[in-house]
């Protein structure tokens, strides 16, 4: 069994990427003194218990030709949140759906979204589809293009 | 017409560093590449051989596929790859805030709040609230005492708008 210790060890590495090998658990294993078993069963234990969302990429979205990516804010009145939040978060253009507080007078905008495109015009035209089809224009969607990324660091994701 | 406006901002802006240049430059993709980069944006499969398991996905070789992942990171097309860990779940405390920089103090704004070390993201955005960036911190108090400084620093009107629900999120961009 993999202690409280050797868990925090092995996250530490594995939050710098999983090695690229053949057997990159049995490596982990290996260092930690561990059994490769138990270094997946750990890590099914955490997808289960959603600590861990998932394993795989995450990409440079620029890099990709996504050069165009609009946070689009919505003002929803609070009894109607929880659907709507649920309506634009299915929708397939859109990449996140989070409900935050208004700060009111200065802001009254309670969901936020993301969709991202290959140029601005494929984000708007994404956005007036999205709005259309449901009749979501009393909410006020707004488009905020981003126009510069000056910093993107890891720390939003573990440690 | 709103093409070449967006354009226009990522050329002519008088405050882009050679960073952000390179954060936006397009990479030419080979078959192998896109399909391995569509692949990875879902799950890697949790087993003892994970590149082996890929690789039979997309008519590839083991040995094929853990080169091109090394080449995507090297690239800078993949920036992590590996387990992803809910940060809410973990210990830690995290907001996305914003600012209202006025058009002239754009350049200066940035600086001190790049300086931050609790500032993962920075982002300018098309709107009077122009500066988008989320902070991470140890716990809430020092989350408030670092937004705190920063509109002390900067002098600017400032929105600390912290997550309260999450009902979506899955970034999956196909190439």
Same mark, same amino acid.
């Given at each position: 069994?993999?202690?409280?210790?050797?868990?925090?060890?092995?996250?530490?590495?594995?939050?710098?990427?999983? /090695?690229? %090998?053949?057997?990159?658990?049995?490596?982990?294993? *290996?260092?930690?003194?561990?059994?490769?078993?138990?270094?997946?069963?750990? &890590?099914?234990?955490?997808?289960?218990?959603?600590?861990?969302?998932?394993?795989?990429?995450?990409?440079?979205?620029?890099?990709?030709?996504?050069?165009?990516?609009?946070?689009?804010?919505?003002?929803?009145?609070?009894?109607?949140?929880? !659907? *709507?939040?649920?309506?634009?978060?299915?929708?397939?253009?859109?990449?996140? %759906?989070?409900?935050? /507080?208004?700060?009111? /007078?200065?802001? /009254?905008?309670?969901?936020?979204?993301?969709?991202?495109?290959? %140029?601005?015009?494929?984000?708007? !035209?994404?956005?007036? &589809? *999205?709005?259309?089809?449901?009749? &979501?224009?009393?909410?006020?969607?707004?488009?905020?293009?981003?126009?510069?990324?000056?910093?993107?660091?890891?720390?939003?994701?573990?440690? | 017409?709103?093409?070449?406006?967006?354009?226009?901002?990522?050329?002519?802006? #008088?405050?882009?560093?050679?960073?952000?240049?390179?954060?936006?430059?397009?990479?030419?993709?080979?078959?192998?590449?896109?399909?391995?980069?569509?692949?990875?944006?879902?799950?890697?499969?949790?087993?003892?051989?994970? +590149?082996?398991?890929?690789?039979?996905?997309?008519?590839?070789?083991?040995?094929?596929?853990?080169?091109?992942?090394?080449?995507?990171?090297?690239? =800078?097309?993949?920036?992590?790859?590996?387990?992803?860990?809910?940060?809410?779940? =973990?210990? =830690?405390?995290?907001?996305?805030? #914003?600012?209202?920089?006025?058009?002239?103090?754009?350049?200066?704004?940035?600086?001190?709040?790049?300086? +931050?070390?609790?500032? #993962?993201?920075?982002?300018?955005?098309?709107?009077?609230?122009?500066?988008?960036?989320?902070?991470?911190?140890?716990?809430?108090?020092?989350?408030?005492?670092? +937004?705190?400084?920063?509109?002390?620093?900067?002098?600017?009107?400032?929105?600390?708008?912290?997550?309260?629900?999450? +009902?979506?999120?899955?970034?999956?961009?196909?190439?």
């Amino acid at each position: 069994m993999i202690d409280a210790y050797q868990q925090k060890q092995i996250l530490n590495r594995l939050s710098k990427g999983l /090695p690229l %090998c053949e057997h990159p658990y049995a490596e982990l294993a *290996i260092d930690y003194g561990v059994d490769e078993a138990e270094i997946i069963n750990f &890590l099914k234990r955490s997808l289960a218990n959603h600590t861990l969302k998932r394993i795989g990429a995450v990409v440079n979205h620029h890099k990709l030709g996504y050069s165009s990516n609009a946070m689009v804010v919505w003002n929803v009145p609070d009894n109607r949140v929880d !659907d *709507i939040g649920e309506l634009l978060g299915s929708q397939s253009k859109v990449t996140l %759906c989070y409900q935050r /507080p208004r700060k009111l /007078p200065d802001w /009254p905008y309670n969901l936020f979204t993301m969709i991202h495109g290959k %140029c601005r015009q494929q984000v708007l !035209d994404y956005l007036e &589809l *999205i709005v259309t089809q449901n009749n &979501l224009q009393q909410f006020q969607p707004q488009a905020l293009f981003s126009t510069k990324q000056y910093k993107q660091t890891g720390a939003s994701y573990y440690g | 017409m709103a093409n070449a406006k967006e354009k226009d901002s990522h050329v002519n802006s #008088a405050f882009s560093s050679r960073k952000s240049k390179l954060l936006q430059q397009i990479v030419e993709l080979d078959d192998l590449e896109r399909s391995l980069i569509n692949e990875l944006q879902g799950d890697l499969p949790l087993v003892e051989k994970p +590149f082996l398991a890929v690789a039979d996905k997309i008519g590839s070789t083991e040995q094929e596929v853990i080169k091109c992942l090394q080449q995507l990171l090297d690239k =800078g097309v993949i920036t992590r790859f590996g387990p992803l860990f809910d940060i809410s779940k =973990g210990s =830690g405390c995290f907001s996305l805030c #914003a600012l209202k920089v006025p058009e002239s103090r754009i350049s200066e704004v940035t600086e001190v709040v790049n300086s +931050f070390t609790q500032v #993962a993201h920075n982002y300018l955005r098309e709107n009077e609230w122009n500066m988008w960036f989320v902070l991470a911190c140890e716990d809430q108090k020092v989350l408030t005492e670092t +937004f705190d400084n920063i509109l002390l620093q900067t002098q600017c009107r400032g929105i600390n708008c912290p997550k309260e629900k999450e +009902f979506f999120i899955g970034l999956y961009l196909p190439v």
